[in-house]
């Protein structure tokens, strides 16, 4: 049990034909950084991608391997470094759930940023500690979802019940009242390490905290220009699937290819990294 004594939050219901997505700043800033290296120590977790699936690598962070992660580590205090976009608010808030419930110490380490459904996560910290340079974002919940008027009824209130749940974590975190947390939220607000504990979202800045850039640099180059292309058709208002049928269409995605294997190679055959910066030059201007 979380040692801030933090609220649990019940499963909470998908609307129909509900589609999660990250915000197209957080992706931005998110997908222009190498990915870091995995933590080694045994009593570390490293959430360094999109909350739920990611489509272009058939990984991302779920609850499922936040599950098995725990129960290596057992009762033992546990370390959680992030650098996430976020993602799936479903996902986000089990695995919130998950990191509460541990019997011993979570910190956390916002090694770059902590967004969205990655924020959710991060709030579960008996203590936030935020690199230099980092960031934590808050913002309203966020999807689409396709239907007629009946259905959308349906699905603005049910996204009111996730904003409140939301609100309901930040807000027994943070000790803060409210309105503030609502306004904050309303804005999509970016918040770096001072700002953060200012607004009790963090307890304390590590400047030595930070990714394994050395290892970083060795990342797939193709992947990022990959992901800086999403993140720029989805900062220009297109939705994930939309997104997907458009890289689809450019021939930068193979799902059948990228679902047969989780070899780099396989994956990124016929993927031409310029063009793709290209693209992504074409939709900035």
């Excluded at 977790?45 to 999109?50: A, H, K, L, R, W």
């Excluded at 679902?259 to 939709?283: C, F, H, Q, W, Y």
Aim: proline share 4%; charged share 25%; hydrophobic share 45%.
């Amino acid at each position: 049990m979380s040692l801030r004594k933090l609220p649990e939050i019940k499963a909470l219901q998908k609307p129909a034909n509900f589609q999660a997505d990250a915000p197209g700043e957080a992706f931005e800033a998110w997908a222009a950084q190498p990915k870091a290296a995995g933590a080694t120590e045994n009593n570390v977790i490293s959430i360094f991608d999109i909350i739920g699936e990611d489509w272009w690598t058939g990984e991302g962070f779920t609850a499922k391997r936040c599950s098995a992660a725990l129960r290596t580590i057992g009762n033992a205090d546990v370390r959680v470094q992030v650098n996430s976009p976020g993602g799936d608010v479903f996902e986000g808030l089990a695995i919130y759930n998950l990191l509460r419930a541990h019997p011993a110490k979570v910190t956390i380490e916002v090694m770059g940023i902590a967004a969205s459904a990655a924020s959710i996560i991060a709030m579960a910290g008996d203590e936030i500690v935020m690199g230099l340079g980092t960031f934590i974002m808050v913002h309203n919940a966020w999807g689409v979802v396709v239907g007629n008027r009946h259905e959308l009824a349906e699905a603005a209130g049910l996204f009111e019940t996730f904003d409140n749940a939301l609100i309901d974590i930040y807000e027994a975190r943070t000790e803060r009242k409210r309105g503030d947390i609502e306004a904050l939220m309303d804005a999509e607000t970016f918040m770096g390490p001072s700002e953060a504990i200012k607004n009790g979202f963090a307890d304390r800045l590590d400047n030595d905290l930070g990714a394994d850039l050395p290892e970083a640099k060795n990342s797939d180059r193709s992947l990022i220009a990959r992901r800086q292309t999403e993140a720029a058709l989805a900062k220009a208002g297109h939705t994930r699937s939309a997104r997907q049928e458009i890289l689809a269409e450019l021939g930068h995605i193979d799902p059948a290819l990228r679902d047969a294997s989780r070899t780099p190679a396989a994956r990124d055959a016929g993927v031409s990294a310029a063009s793709l910066r290209e693209l992504i030059n074409t939709i900035r201007s």
